[in-house]
């Protein structure tokens, strides 16, 4: 069973920044795509952030383009979501999910395991 932990939310001023982590429970996570969703109150879940197993592809959603980035790092079996320039609108429930099709896709069906979330919340 794999398992993801997400961390790093927390409440932020507008124009701040925040840095997610995800850490994987076990070694085979280097082989796979790895995505970040967001889940605000009301709404259904969307993609923020992707990056294929090597780091060599990201992937991105229109509204965070420029502000977020993804990055992994294997030897630690964590990926990172470093948020900056944070708008109100970024305000959700942040959920990591490893990959299952290896392309670094914005699909939340093709992800199968996913985190328990960590809260953002910004403020303006």
């Known amino acids: 069973q794999v398992q993801l932990v997400e961390s790093g939310g927390g409440l932020v001023q507008a124009g701040g920044s925040l840095r997610l982590s995800c850490a994987a429970s076990?070694?085979?996570?280097?082989?796979?795509?790895m995505g970040w969703f967001r889940q605000a109150p009301g709404k259904e879940r969307e993609f923020v952030a992707a990056i294929s197993w090597s780091g060599s592809i990201t992937n991105y959603a229109d509204s965070v383009k420029g502000r977020f980035t993804m990055s992994r790092d294997n030897a630690k079996n964590t990926v990172y979501l470093q948020m900056n320039s944070l708008k109100p609108e970024d305000t959700a429930v942040y959920y990591c999910?490893?990959?299952?099709?290896?392309?670094?896709?914005?699909?939340?069906?093709?992800?199968?395991?996913w985190g328990q979330g960590t809260q953002v919340t910004v403020s303006s």
């Open positions: 999910a490893r990959g299952r099709v290896g392309r670094a896709s914005g699909r939340p069906d093709e992800y199968d395991y």
């Open positions: 076990r070694r085979t996570f280097i082989t796979y795509d």
